[in-house]
């Protein structure tokens, strides 16, 4: 099986398999966030449980890289603190500016590093990035995040 073969499959089972999937009781802060390009929609809730550490709820529609992108920023941030889960996103976010060249390193990005051949098509990378627009949105209208650290992704 190709590394390409391998990648498309672990998207694909996270778009079938859906990790963390559902909306939170008491959300700090809520984005709702669209593609209109594809059609893909999420909306993405943070909260912050009593050791600081990330609460991810998600619901969402749309083709299998948006909703895959979706799972995986849930694998990937939830339980993390805010600093630890923005490095992720900025790894996640070079990721899909990479062209196809990145080197992703999977220690930080985890299943993440399925999508480096997503940006090679232009396309493609709103629906990978939606998710985690719409967690940095939710995180800033959570308090959770200042506004000024947004780096406009
Ligand atoms: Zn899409």
């Not at 939170?24 to 984005?31: I, N």
């Not at 969402?60 to 799972?71: D, L, P």
């Not at 603190?81 to 992703?104: C, D, K, Y």
């Amino acid at each position: 099986m190709s590394l390409e073969a391998l990648y498309q499959d672990i998207i694909i089972d996270h778009y079938k398999n859906p990790r963390g999937r559902g909306l939170l009781e008491f959300p700090l802060g809520t984005a709702f966030h669209v593609n209109p390009t594809c059609g893909d929609e999420v909306n993405l809730q943070v909260a912050a449980a009593a050791d600081g550490g990330l609460l991810i709820g998600y619901e969402g529609t749309g083709c299998s890289i948006s909703q895959a992108s979706a799972s995986v920023l849930y694998e990937l941030v939830q339980g993390r603190q805010v600093t630890e889960a923005e490095n992720i996103r900025r790894a996640f976010v070079e990721l899909m500016h990479s062209q196809g060249h990145g080197e992703p390193d999977e220690a930080v990005l985890g299943d993440g590093i399925a999508f480096v051949g997503v940006a090679k098509y232009p396309a493609r990378i709103k629906c990978a990035l939606l998710p985690w627009m719409a967690f940095q949105d939710a995180e800033i209208k959570g308090g959770l995040m200042l506004e000024t650290n947004s780096d406009g992704e």
